[in-house]
């Protein structure tokens, strides 16, 4: 049972589908760069990801991390894997130049992501964490701050970490406890405990770099009154070299249905020295600019995993006998449909939603670099709209995906040595943090949708639009082109009707918004089935292109269609709910 | 975080909605017994359950069985309780009483079964295997055989296993390698080993009682050719006390996902000492009369960990603060529309659930016991067809009741502390063992429906024509009525689509068979609601009426309507993908 990155598809998206050389090649921060690198990046990363980090994943599980005496320690392998890991560079992957990074674009960066979460979940956290803490860093800290932290977080010597959550205050971060005194000396006394922090302490970097949520005194009450901090576990010193500790310290790790190898910590900050990131009480501003990184990133796993549990289960129903067919020959269990019906519906929902990464890394790559500043604004607009549909149907489909694995599997996707269940266990996390897929899909509905003054919807469409008017003569494209516009269509009733309650009866109609998220999450794949399909014209790859026609047909025929239903249920709206009292729950 | 036995619920489903006096009262074998000593078995279990198995349930978990010099080991607490579940009469609950049993009925022994599948899924697993073992022994084996090892099985002082699964043979029993050789004394000789064992081994009782399927000497190939052997771990003498050990030894266990205090073992038999039950190469059938009340019993597994899903994140939505309401007051997640319909989505599948799972357990009691040989005709056609939609749709729909409580405790659902992540892994395997869901998908479609020579559709259907047609008044009754109405008209027109197409093309269409199995799921729940409607006309209780009200709206607005859908997913077929080559998968 190995993992083999699907590296056909991932050059096939970048270069045929999405066409990074055109979308790309004209911004000064990519010119440097050709598709040729870009495949040999991918091709390194596989290595890295099939050689090194997936042998050491189910021992990780079992052996899972450690903590005594204060001290986290990670299971076998991991210390030698991630320092392999920054020496390779694959920290400062798309990292910014100026503070050591390779400044490659993010459109390649998820896909080498992608590879790294379906080899080893609980690995990628470790440099997930440091990615999302150096990205807030990036774009809030001082100038000098950001020289003396950034170049040794994108060489991977320090790792970073997030911490937001309390005991009291789980998704809900105005009400924090955790306080910050100002030192008059340009740092901050922070004092307080957190909790649910991935990779709060490790044994894997020199330096920790913890980025915190505290309330200074007299802050107003709620959102407004939070402030961010940088807080590193052993100080640094000006010229860079390690000072003393820092009044950092773990309290607990939590032992967990999943993701064993991945420290969750409960981190106590006793007088600890932090330095302020950004304006004062501007903390959760800061934090949400880099937390639609983070949720793509969270996003991203779910497709990883997805993959995994496809390729492991395909390989097993290829191998596994069991009965005879109507000639008396023994069978394989892949000759089943059933077993076929759960290998295409996996595979089906796991391509487009790479697809989908790899467009939302390029708004990332525009955003950030796009020299035209309207370009720069719909790209921002178009990843903040998509971010909780990519963070939740992501997860979502990606946890079920590993479900179906198990099924493949019978009894032995039960047991623990064929892999599939640690899948299972890894996944479910993915549609709980970052923002549980409940949150995410309120988001979505109320935000995004009912109170957006953004015109962030029509940005979509008219991409959408773009898709469906391509020339393309696959019947394929055809076939999902019609059932994307009937669904747009309900789509367009639920949004009137979603908006219409919303003035009226305000907030029961969530009690849709996963329904809601899911409908769009199918029709946001059906559009890139379409430019899957589209893309299919760019390629003499034969299979590659025969099993593209088969995805969207089933995608079409068994997967789409459920969205109206999921509309159907929206519109059925929960107002006889939630005034119920609570006995008749 | 605790678990109340839902006394009410179970005491309304037999008293009021499926009247137990009325339809057993006249059955010579319950005539005894009245709802006042059920109301007392139900509660004296509900005790046992929340007071002794509910507390080691989570040890049980962590510890997990071990196994060391050929001995496994159960964890902490679980041999005392076994010893406390035996003494209380509970393994003879509705064993027959010629041999000890107590012979309360089914429809009774259900819903005990249910609380323990709640409180401790992995003990309840070496109860339900010794029942198992026992009803194959007392329908098939001699009458010596039966007096030899019966009574102690009742008593609880020896367990019960089966051996069917072998390492190259999952599902396909056909193939299997074990064999038997007459020794010429009315014993046979058994040499083979077979895994996926639960209860294989164990130190809760003094004795296992083996099941082994085998071959014979010159045996036909194929399902045909199979002999059951009752082979016990140490040998009984003529008196019923214990004698030599036999040829039986563990060879391993497994370690798995979830049901980890539940011994699955590799069993090894040398040279072991055997007795035919019931005719040579008839053993399939043997175990099969016995497999319809083990795929139950799995399937009272789902709806009991989907009960203690709905109860640990009900109560801790009602208990866990976070944000403000319009009037600045500190609101429970309770308060959330999203949240109210994930513990909506809970109660509603797990009640018709439990309603049918009653009405299962009478149809048992009935085929055994009623006077009248066509009403036992009737009642066991009925079981029969319900059994695979029973194991797979309760075991579906209680995995996905708690994933819904981990999503609703948020990050401390992924934390083991709190159990319910426990809950997850212990219902996934429901979906798996006695045949996959796949497999009772496939069994149902085909053999249930498209092969069905003995109309046990209609037997069904008369069923349901008579719910229909009840006097009620409730509003909710008649709403559900008109969509069981419309749903069954596209139910039927999806069977004679499958029926032609059964015809036509042969086993592609079981690609659908389980959106078909679900669709049916459907159909007979809203038919379980019809009925318990109709029961709330016979209870004074104002609470649990308002409750069945809002749990059959809740059905009947948001999950019901999904199954049009899954028909139309079925009538998709799945001929374009049968034929397709492999690598197009």
Not at 27 to 32: R, V, Y
Not at 87 to 104: A, K
Not at 373 to 393: C, G
Request: hydrophobic fraction near 40%; proline fraction near 2%; glycine fraction near 10%.
């Amino acid at each position: 049972m190995s993992y083999k990155a699907p590296l056909d598809d991932m050059n096939f998206l970048l270069k045929d589908v999405f066409e990074i050389q055109k979308n790309l090649g004209d911004i000064e921060a990519f010119k440097d760069f050709d598709e040729e690198l870009y495949s040999a990046v991918l091709e390194e990363s596989a290595k890295f990801s099939e050689n090194v980090l997936f042998p050491i994943n189910r021992e990780g599980d079992e052996e899972g991390c450690s903590f005594e005496n204060g001290i986290v320690t990670t299971p076998k392998g991991f210390k030698e894997a991630y320092k392999e890991y920054a020496q390779g560079g694959w920290q400062g992957l798309s990292g910014d130049p100026e503070f050591g990074g390779q400044g490659l674009p993010k459109m390649l960066n998820v896909l080498t992501e992608e590879m790294v979460y379906s080899t080893n979940t609980s690995f990628c956290l470790y440099s997930s964490l440091t990615s999302g803490a150096y990205h807030a860093i990036h774009a809030h800290a001082s100038d000098e701050l950001k020289a003396l932290y950034l170049p040794a977080m994108l060489e991977g010597r320090w790792a970073g970490a997030m911490g937001l959550t309390e005991s009291h205050a789980g998704s809900d971060l105005g009400v924090i406890k955790t306080k910050a005194e100002d030192s008059g000396d340009g740092s901050y006394l922070i004092n307080g405990s957190k909790m649910f922090i991935t990779g709060g302490d490790q044994d894997l970097t020199e330096n920790i770099i913890h980025l915190v949520l505290a309330k200074l005194p007299g802050a107003p009450d709620g959102p407004q009154g939070i402030s961010l901090f940088l807080v590193p576990k052993i100080m640094v010193n000006d010229d860079g070299s390690l000072g003393d500790a820092n009044g950092v310290s773990c309290g607990s790790i939590e032992h967990k249905m999943g993701i064993k190898a991945s420290a969750t910590c409960v981190m106590n900050f006793d007088n600890a020295k932090g330095f302020l990131i950004g304006k004062e009480n501007r903390g959760l501003y800061a934090m949400f600019t880099m937390m639609n990184l983070e949720r793509l990133s969270i996003g991203i796993q779910g497709i990883g995993l997805a993959e995994t549990s496809y390729q492991l289960s395909k390989n097993y129903a290829l191998e596994r006998k069991q009965g005879k067919n109507a000639k008396g020959e023994a069978t394989t269990i892949i000759q089943h449909a059933d077993v076929r019906r759960m290998i295409l519906e996996q595979r089906a929902y796991t391509e487009a939603g790479r697809a989908l990464a790899v467009y939302m890394g390029m708004q990332i790559d525009k955003q950030y670099h796009h020299p035209d500043e309207l370009e720069r604004e719909k790209s921002e607009k178009r990843m903040a709209f998509l971010t909780p549909v990519a963070k939740a149907f992501f997860t979502d489909k990606g946890f079920d995906a590993c479900n179906l694995g198990v099924q493949i599997l019978g009894g032995h996707g039960f047991v623990r040595e064929w892999g599939l269940e640690q899948l299972v266990r890894d996944a479910k996390i993915g549609q709980i943090y970052e923002g549980t897929n409940g949150i995410q899909a309120q988001d979505f509905m109320v935000r995004k949708i009912c109170l957006d003054k953004q015109s962030m919807l029509s940005e979509i469409y008219d991409e959408i639009e773009i898709s469906i008017n391509r020339e393309c003569d696959l019947p394929e494209f055809k076939l999902i082109k019609q059932q994307l516009v009937d669904l747009k269509l309900e789509i367009d009733s639920t949004i009137d009707w979603m908006k219409d309650n919303f003035k009226i009866r305000g907030y029961d109609i969530q009690g849709g918004a996963t329904q809601f998220l899911h409908a769009f999450g199918h029709l946001v794949y059906a559009w890139m089935w379409l430019e899957i399909l589209h893309g299919t014209e760019n390629t003499d790859n034969k299979l590659l292109v025969q099993r593209k026609k088969v995805g969207a047909k089933f995608f079409s025929q068994h997967l789409l269609p459920q969205a109206f239903d999921l509309c159907k249920r929206v519109k059925m709206g929960y107002k006889d709910y939630i005034e119920l009292d609570e006995s008749l729950l």
